[in-house]
C-alpha cells in the first residue's frame, strides 16, 4: 500500500525530503503579518477589523479537462495555495485562524470506488500527518468549520503584474454568509513570498542543482543533425528520472540557430545545424518550486570567433551584474549596468559604433537586447512581488520590461539572464532609421543575421554580503568547450 | 528560418510523415455524409435544410493558463478539431462549406512582435500550403467570410459518452447573426471518427509502433529499487526523443505492487520491490493520434508460479478475444467471453470455485475484473462513438462499465485490455456475503492479497478477415524473461 510519509514530501532515493515545516513557517509568517496589518489604526488599513481576528481561506486549482473528453491535463497546483499549505492535490482548500494560527486543510470528501480507480484513499489523521497542518476536513465542512473560526474570510484577489491576470478569490457554497475581504490578503502574501526561509532555499538549491546537471547531461549529448526536442527530451529524461521533478517550472525552450532570436519559441522541432548557437532555457519543478537556467553553446562543440565574441559580451555582462548585486542595490541600476557592458562588446566587435554614453542614451542596445535582465524566481518561474505599491514600473525601451525594480534584499532569489538576439525586424526597423542606422556597423551586423541569440541565465540568491549563485554550470567558452569535447 | 513543410507534418528524422490529405479525406467524407444526411426528407431529419447547403464551422483550443500565472498548460489541441484541420496551435477556427467543399482555416492575426517572443509568424500562404485547405484567413474575419457561404452554420454540440462531458459548440462575435444547428453535426462526426481511413491508420500503427518499443525498453530498465516514475521517464524519453511523440495519450500510469489493484493510479512515486508485479499502462500520442498499451510484469524479471497463474490466465483472455473477432461480432460479447476464460483460469489456479456458468450468472468475476474489456481508440484515448444512437449501454454488474455495446466493423480500432485485480475493499464485500463467499476459495485468495493486478492491452484492428494486431510486444512469460534477462 502506498504510504505517506509524516511531515515531509519527497521523492525517494537521494531527491530532496521537503519538512512541511516550511509551510507551517509560510503560515506563521502570514499570521504575524496579518496581525501586524490589522492592528495598525483604522485610517492607516481601512478594510482592517480592529481585533485582528478573520480567516484566511485559499482555494486550490482543480483538473482541467481535455475539452469534452475524459483525459485531463497533468494537474498543477495554484502557487499561493502550494506556498501555504504544500499540498499538490487538487480540489482543496486551506483555511489559517488569524487568532490562533490553527490551520485547517479541506480535500474533497472521495467516493470508496475512487480507491478501485486512482488509489489508497488516505485518511484524515494520515493527511494531517503528511502535511502537518493542525486538522484536515472535508471540504463539504467548510461552511462550518469557517464558522467556528469567525465570520470574517481574507481571500486573495488581485493583479498578476508578469501575466496581467487577476488571481481568482476563493469561492464555496455558503461563501455568501460571510463577510469577505479581497484586498488586504493578495498583497501581504506576494511580498512574503519574494522572501525565502531557510526551507524554501533548500528545495531552490535543489531543482536547480537537478537542473543545472541536467543542462549539462543536454550540452553532452548535443549533436549536429539531432532535433531540438531531443534535447529537451535529455533534459526532462534526466530532470524526472534522476532529480524526481515530474514538472518544469515552464514550457522548454529550445532554439537553435535563427530561432535563438525568438526568446520563448518552444515547438522546439527543427534540426540543429553545424555552425548553429543552440540556446536553451529550461527549468526543472520540484514541490512547485522551479529553475529557470539558460545555456547557450555551440551545436558542434566549438565556438567560431563571432560565437565567442557574442557569448563573452553577454557572460562579461552577466558577470558584472553578478558582481554588483548586493542588498540595497536598485534592479533598474543592474538592468542598465548589463545593458552597458553588452553595448561596450558590441563596439568592440564592430557591430555598433560611437561613444558608449551616445549608444545608452539612444537605447540602441535594445534593438539586441528586448527584455529585462532578471526577474524574482519561486513557486512561479515570473515569481509575484515584482511591483508592490509604491514601486512604478520603469518608462523606457529596454527597462520597462523589467519584471521588478525593487531594490535587492537579502532572501530574494532573482534570475540574471542579460541576451543578444539578431532580430530581423528590430534590426530592419534600425538600419532604416537613420537616427539609428548611424549608430550600427551594417557590413558587420550582415555577418550576424541568422546568427540567432545568446542568453545566459542564472538563479541568483541575494545575501548580506553579496550574493550566492544557485545555478553551477560551465559558463566560460573554454568550460563548454571541454564539456562537450569529453562526450565525443 | 524554421520552415513549414507543404501538405505535411513531421517531427523529422525517422519520425512519421503525416499527409495532410489525411484530414482532406476527412472533410470530405463529412461533407458527403451531411449532404446525404440534409438530402433525407425533413420527417427523417427535422433540423436539415432542403438544399443541402450549410457551412460546418469548428472551433479549436486555446491554452489553459496555470491560474493567474503567466506560465500554462503545454496546449493540447480538441480532438474533432484535429480531425478535420490537422492543425494542433491555438485560437483557430475551421470551416467547411458544405455545398462547395471549400475548406477555410482561420488564425489569429499575430502582432508583429509575436516573431519576437515565439518565433517565425507563416504567412497565410505558408499555412495554406502547410495544412492544405482551400484558404487561410485570419480569426477577425470568420463573420465575413462564413457570410461569403451561408447563412446557417453547423456546429459540434453534444454528450460524450466516456466523459459525461459535453462538446461545446464554436462560438464567435457576431454568430448570432447566423442561424446555428446544433443537434445535426456531433453524431455525424463521431461516427466517420469511429472508421479510419487508412492514412489515418499509418499514424496509428506508427504511434503504436513507438510506444511498443518505448514499453519493451522499460521493461529492460526495470530493477527492485528504482521508482514507479524512473519507468515513466524512461517511457517518455523513448517516445519524444526517438519517435517525436511530445505528448502522451494520458497519464502514464505506473502501478506495482499492491497499487496495481488500482486502475488507473498515477501518482508513480513508489519504489518497485523485488517480488512485486508492475502494471504499466502508457501510450504516446503523434499529431493527435494515440496509442493505449498495458504490459504487466515482475519487477525482478521472473514470474513466481502465481504471478506465471494469474497472468497466463489474463493473456489467455486477451488471445481468446482476439482470435475471436471479426466483424459483426458484438464487443459485449467479446467481454463475456474474456470473463470466462478468466473465470475458468480463476477455479483452475483454485481462487473461484463451483460450475463456471453459475459463477457467470452470479457476476463473480467481476469483483477481481471490474472494468469494461476494451474502447475504440483515436484521436481520443477513449474515443467517440462508442455509444451512437440505437446502440444502449448493456445492463449488468461488469458488461455495464464497457465504453462500447457495438458490433464490430472492419476500420475500428479497439483495446482489447483484460485484467485481474484484487481489490482489497471488492474482495472483503465478496467475502462479507454468503451469496458471493461461497464461490471464493478464501485460503487461496488470502495467498493473493496485496498481489496487486495484471492488465494486457493490445490495440487492434478489425479487418474484413478478422483482426490485425498493432501493439507488437512480448506477451508469454518465456518471451517476457528472456527480454528482461537479456538486459540484466
Ligand atoms: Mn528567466
Ligand atoms: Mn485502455
Redesign the pocket.
Known amino acids: 500500500q502506498p504510504v505517506l510519509s509524516a511531515g515531509s514530501f519527497s521523492m525517494g532515493g537521494a531527491s530532496h525530503v521537503v519538512p512541511m515545516r516550511l509551510h507551517q513557517a509560510n503560515r506563521a509568517r502570514l499570521v504575524n503579518a496579518l496581525k501586524a496589518t490589522l492592528r495598525k489604526p483604522v485610517e492607516e488599513n481601512p478594510s482592517a477589523a480592529s481585533d485582528a481576528s478573520g480567516v484566511v481561506l485559499l482555494q486550490g486549482g482543480s483538473e482541467v479537462p481535455h475539452y469534452d473528453a475524459d483525459t485531463s491535463y497533468q494537474f498543477v497546483q495554484e502557487s499561493n495555495f502550494m506556498w501555504l499549505f504544500g499540498c499538490a492535490k487538487e480540489d482543496c482548500f486551506g483555511a489559517v485562524d488569524i487568532k490562533s494560527g490553527k490551520s485547517v486543510l479541506f480535500v474533497p470528501r472521495l467516493p470508496e470506488d475512487y480507491a478501485t480507480w486512482m488509489g489508497k484513499i488516505f485518511s484524515p489523521a494520515e493527511l494531517q500527518a503528511h502535511y502537518a497542518v493542525d486538522e484536515v476536513r472535508f471540504v463539504d465542512e467548510l461552511e462550518c468549520v469557517l464558522r467556528s473560526f469567525s465570520q470574517t474570510l481574507y481571500v486573495i484577489h488581485g493583479l498578476n503584474t508578469d501575466s496581467k491576470n487577476y488571481a481568482q478569490p476563493a469561492t464555496f457554497r455558503g461563501i455568501e454568509n460571510f463577510t469577505v475581504d479581497k484586498t488586504l490578503l493578495y498583497p501581504i502574501v506576494c511580498e512574503l513570498r519574494v522572501f525565502k526561509t531557510e526551507d524554501e532555499l533548500a528545495v531552490l538549491r535543489y531543482v536547480i542543482a537537478v537542473s543545472s546537471r541536467a543542462h549539462v547531461q543536454v550540452m553532452k549529448s548535443v549533436r549536429p543533425g539531432m532535433y531540438e526536442y531531443q534535447a529537451e527530451a535529455e533534459f526532462l529524461h534526466h530532470s524526472y528520472a534522476e532529480g524526481g521533478c515530474r514538472f518544469t517550472g515552464y514550457q522548454c525552450i529550445c532554439c537553435t540557430g535563427h530561432s535563438g532570436a525568438s526568446l520563448h519559441y518552444n515547438t522546439n522541432q527543427m534540426p540543429l545545424k553545424d555552425g548553429d548557437m543552440c540556446l536553451f532555457?529550461m527549468g526543472a519543478q520540484y514541490h512547485g518550486y522551479v529553475a529557470?537556467i539558460?545555456c547557450s553553446f555551440p551545436a558542434n562543440g566549438v565556438f567560431t570567433a563571432d560565437q565567442r565574441a557574442i557569448y563573452e559580451a553577454v557572460l562579461a555582462a552577466n558577470r558584472a551584474v553578478l558582481a554588483a548585486m548586493r542588498p540595497g542595490v536598485l534592479w533598474t541600476d543592474m538592468h542598465v549596468l548589463s545593458a552597458r557592458v553588452l553595448c561596450e562588446h558590441l563596439v568592440r566587435i564592430g557591430i555598433l559604433q560611437g561613444d558608449v554614453d551616445e549608444l545608452m542614451r539612444a537605447e540602441i542596445i535594445y534593438m539586441l537586447y528586448p527584455h529585462g535582465l532578471?526577474?524574482l524566481l519561486g513557486l512561479n518561474?515570473?515569481d509575484v512581488g515584482g511591483y508592490p505599491l509604491g514601486v512604478a514600473r520603469p518608462t523606457g525601451l529596454g527597462i520597462s520590461k523589467l519584471r521588478t525594480a525593487r531594490a535587492l534584499e537579502a532572501g530574494m532569489v532573482i534570475?540574471v539572464?542579460p541576451g543578444l538576439y539578431f532580430i530581423d525586424h528590430y534590426l530592419d526597423a534600425a538600419l532604416g532609421d537613420p537616427a539609428k542606422a548611424r549608430f550600427f556597423n551594417a557590413a558587420v551586423l550582415a555577418r550576424f543575421r541568422g546568427f540567432g541569440g545568446v542568453r545566459i541565465?542564472d538563479d541568483v540568491l541575494v545575501t548580506e554580503g553579496g550574493v550566492e549563485l544557485l545555478s553551477i554550470l560551465p559558463r566560460t567558452v573554454e568550460e563548454i568547450e571541454a564539456v562537450m569535447a569529453a562526450s565525443k
Do not use: Q, Y
Open positions: 532555457d529557470d539558460t532578471g526577474h518561474v515570473h534570475t539572464e541565465e
